[in-house]
């Protein structure tokens, strides 16, 4: 056990996780030159698209040092806040943490944040430098404040390049040094904290944990503590590049375990695996439980394939634990469920590793966040829908939550930056500056006004250099309204959304108009109308395409043609009542893009 070390990579968005650990496993000769390529961990399509980490990844390296051989298990952490549940399990299974700050930025919002993560779990840190080797680097500005922030000696802080593999050799000598080998009694009953798990449609359910007592071997008969649940250990082993079976894994290192289990609903995240023989008293203390932010109605497209994108969503959750679902049903859409995310990236990322991994179409609701509602009978009710607002009368008042955000940024975009977030109904709390030319700002800010195109602002009036970070803080007073969307009078209850009074005239106006472009023209008028309640607030037509019936009279006299363009008012008159208005699926995508 002495000669294990456990760390994980904790840094900003593209501060170079990744690219550190490649160059580890190159070092280790974990991945061999034919199977090395960029960023080797993460390995989902979509990561290697968009160029982040969306997963925590977890391999076993080999590292010799005088003489000694070392067993270091490495986690690699998303950057993104929507992923930040993925960096606090990540924390929980390590000792020691690598912290990457880029040495052209500086540090970062969620430098900060990641950093606050790994002291709450006592873990050593050990500060990094990366990008030495880039024109615009600043090695010695930057150590200075990385020491002020951990206040650590300037000479503890290394420096390296991931991309060109300089000084990362030291930094593997420093983890075999500085991070503390893992605790825990190799003797006692077995008690082991599942991090992550993942579904084989071939091998079932595949469960990833950390030992924190105890030894586990193959054909050994375990339980999950939460679940109750008894399973044979078919396989046990260590995540190298690829899985490496073992007979045994023992105390203090990360494994994996493959027991046949066939349903995702059998395994929780944070759960124990103890022995089934002689259990443990009690369970690890796990992470908290994960609270979502964003709430929207997930539908499949064709109304038959709700138990597909049932099982889909379970096998996807024991992959991504800070997803959560519950069932619903729209008047609009048939059944559903409604999910819970962490941020607008997550619910782009879930939908999209739907559609790729499981193959379903799925339409998604108008993101919101989740309200408190006071009535006057003085219950207090959770509303993540609009459709689930009681009656007008029937409400007192409604609260929501509020978050508190920590934006750092150069000091020349300190005007813009206060501008968006007033705008954004937010309160200044605090400023200070770090250095001469960077700026800290503490606002509070509702949740609701952040979802969706804050961060694409942010960036955008930073010219990318503003970090952004929060946490919810609590919920307070608010003036909202229910915003419908009604066509031909009828409501749309999936364009729904709940909305503060003073953004709902310019919503609804903005909602009518991309509505009118996207939707098909009839052979009858359609009107679009946004109202809140009985007040129509903003309307846009969809003209008529109008049918030439009079195509086939030549000549003759005007009254045939008359009569016929009569005829065709009729009709139209009555399609008019009786005509359903089909609303394509384009439509409720570029809408939600509003």
């Known amino acids: 056990m002495k000669n294990i070390r456990n760390f994980c990579i904790i840094a900003h968005i593209d501060h170079g996780k990744s690219t550190l650990a490649d160059r580890m496993l190159e070092i280790t000769n974990t991945v061999t030159t034919r199977e090395m390529e960029a960023q080797v961990l993460d390995s989902m399509d979509l990561e290697k698209e968009k160029g982040i980490t969306i997963k925590s990844h977890a391999v ?31 924390i929980a299974s390590s000792e020691g943490a690598l912290l990457v700050v880029d040495a052209t930025q500086g540090i970062q919002a969620q430098t900060i944040s990641n950093l606050y993560l790994a002291l709450e779990h ?34 503890e802080v290394l420096m390296c390049s991931a991309k060109t593999g300089v000084g990362v050799k030291e930094i593997l000598d420093a983890i075999v040094e500085r991070i503390p080998a893992p605790v825990g009694d190799p003797d006692a009953p077995l008690q082991a904290l599942i991090f992550d798990s993942v579904f084989n449609p071939f091998r ?13 071997r193959k054909g050994q008969k375990v339980k999950f503590f939460n679940t109750g649940m008894e399973y044979t250990a078919d396989e046990v082993g260590v995540m190298g590049f690829k899985l490496q079976p073992k007979n045994e894994i023992s105390c203090g290192n990360v494994g994996y375990i493959i027991s046949g289990i066939k349903s995702a609903v059998e395994v929780k995240v944070g759960d124990t695996i103890t022995s089934a023989d002689e259990p443990c008293e009690q369970a690890i203390a796990g992470f908290e439980e994960v609270k979502p932010m964003v709430f929207a109605g997930v539908y499949p497209v064709e109304t038959d394939e709700y138990d597909q994108l049932k099982v889909s969503l379970e096998k ?22 409604r999910c819970g995310f962490l941020g607008l990236l997550h619910l782009e990322i879930v939908q999209e590793r739907l559609f790729r991994e ?7 609701t108008v993101p919101n966040v989740s309200y408190k509602v006071y009535t006057t009978d003085g219950e207090i009710l959770d509303v993540h829908n609009p459709s689930g607002l009681p009656e007008v009368t029937m409400i007192d008042h ?53 979802v969706f195109d804050f961060y694409d602002k942010l960036k955008s009036i930073s010219k990318g250099y503003a970090s952004f970070d929060y946490h919810v803080t609590d919920y307070r007073n608010a003036a909202l309204v229910k915003l419908d969307i009604l066509l031909n009078g009828e409501q749309v209850d999936a364009l729904s959304s709940l909305i503060h009074r003073d953004h709902a005239y310019d919503f ?13 023209r009839q052979q009858f008028d ?28 030549y000549g003759g006299d005007i009254s045939r043609k008359r009569k016929l363009l009569e005829k065709q008012k009729k009709g139209k008159k009555r399609m008019r009542q009786v005509g359903q208005v089909e609303v394509p699926q384009s439509a409720f995508m570029a809408v939600l893009k509003l």
């Open 398 to 450: 409604i609260e929501e939550p509020y978050i508190r955000a920590q934006i750092i940024s150069k000091a020349d975009f300190f005007g813009p930056i206060m501008k968006l977030c007033l705008d954004k109904r937010g309160t200044l709390v605090s400023q200070h500056y770090i250095t001469t030319d960077r700026v800290e700002l503490n606002f509070d800010i509702p949740l609701s006004e952040i």
């Open 60 to 90: 076993q390296m080999n590292y010799k040092k005088d003489g000694q051989e070392y067993v270091l298990n490495l986690l690699d952490t998303p950057g993104h806040v929507d992923f930040s549940y993925e960096v606090s399990r990540s």
């Open 526 to 553: 359609i009107a679009i109308q946004a109202a809140i309640g009985a007040k129509i607030i903003a309307r846009e037509t969809v003209r008529q395409v109008r049918k030439d019936v009079t195509a086939k009279c």
């Open 204 to 216: 079932g359910v595949i469960a990833y944990y950390k030992i924190e007592a105890g030894a586990i």
């Open 358 to 364: 499981f193959n379903m179409d799925c339409i998604t």
């Open 508 to 520: 609804g106006r903005r909602m009518c108009e991309k509505l009118k472009e996207l939707i098909p």
């Open 122 to 155: 006592d873990l050593t840190i050990i500060p990094v430098l990366n990008k030495i080797d880039m024109e615009a680097a600043e090695p010695e500005v930057v150590r200075d404040s990385v020491c002020e922030l951990i206040g650590c000696d300037p000479d």
């Open 316 to 337: 996807l959750q024991l992959n991504d634990a800070s997803l959560v679902f519950e069932p619903e049903s729209s008047l609009a859409l048939g059944f559903g469920f």
